[in-house]
Each structure stands twice: as C-alpha cells, then as structure tokens.
C-alpha cells in the first residue's frame, strides 16, 4: 500500500519547538519533490515549504521563513519539517505529500500523494 504517515504532532507553548516526520512506504521518496501543508480551521489548506527531490534547494511561504526547517533523508524514505519559535496562528492540521515535479510548488493539485495529517496546537 502505497502511503504517508505524519508523526510528531502535538500541543506546544508559543516560542516552543515541534518536529514533524513524514514517512513513506511503497513509494521511493528519492523520485518525487515533497510539500508540506497546513490547514487551520475554516480555513483552506495552504503550502508552507517544500523540498526537491535531492533535497538541495528549498522552498518556504513567508509566514514560516526563518522558523521552520524543511529536510529529508532519502535513504530512510523520510521528510522532516522542524518548526522553532511556534506561534498559536501556526495552530494547523499539517499534512505531507508527494510530487512529481522537479520543483515542490505550492499549489495542492501538484501534489499526487497526501499523509492523513498531523494536529499541531500552539497555546498563546
């Protein structure tokens, strides 16, 4: 079964720190760019960084920039996001996925293959 599972997720106090892993299985992470996304409540998912598929160059919406960290390490079939100094509007369900495009656009309908999501809450 072709599928990936976020992990990491979870309560935190503003200016904290959380680390999210996306794993994958049945699909070889190396051949495919990856996003991650976020969607907070009434709100419609958006893209928040993205990385190549050897992972040298990166990509990041300005809310994020300079706060969260975007990796992945291909022989363990695995992307991370690092989120430092969280914010409650960082409040989300955060997604992984999977695309084939060189380049990790920000725009959902690139985007082939999709986690479940993972609840991050950030508290003021």
């Known amino acids: 079964q072709v599928q990936l599972v976020e992990s990491g997720g979870g309560l935190v106090q503003a200016g904290g720190s959380l680390r999210l892993s996306c794993a994958a299985s049945?699909?070889?992470?190396?051949?495919?760019?990856m996003g991650w996304f976020r969607q907070a409540p009434g709100k419609e998912r958006e893209f928040v960084a993205g990385i190549s598929r050897s992972g040298g160059s990166t990509f990041y919406a300005d809310s994020v920039k300079g706060r969260f960290t975007i990796s992945r390490d291909n022989a363990k079939n695995t992307g991370t996001l690092q989120m430092n100094s969280l914010k409650p509007e960082d409040t989300a369900v955060y997604y992984c996925?999977?695309?084939?495009?060189?380049?990790?656009?920000?725009?959902?309908?690139?985007?082939?293959?999709w986690g479940q999501g993972t609840q991050v809450t950030v508290s003021s």
């Open positions: 049945g699909r070889t992470l190396s051949g495919y760019a």
């Open positions: 996925a999977t695309t084939w495009a060189l380049i990790p656009g920000n725009k959902e309908r690139q985007y082939d293959l």
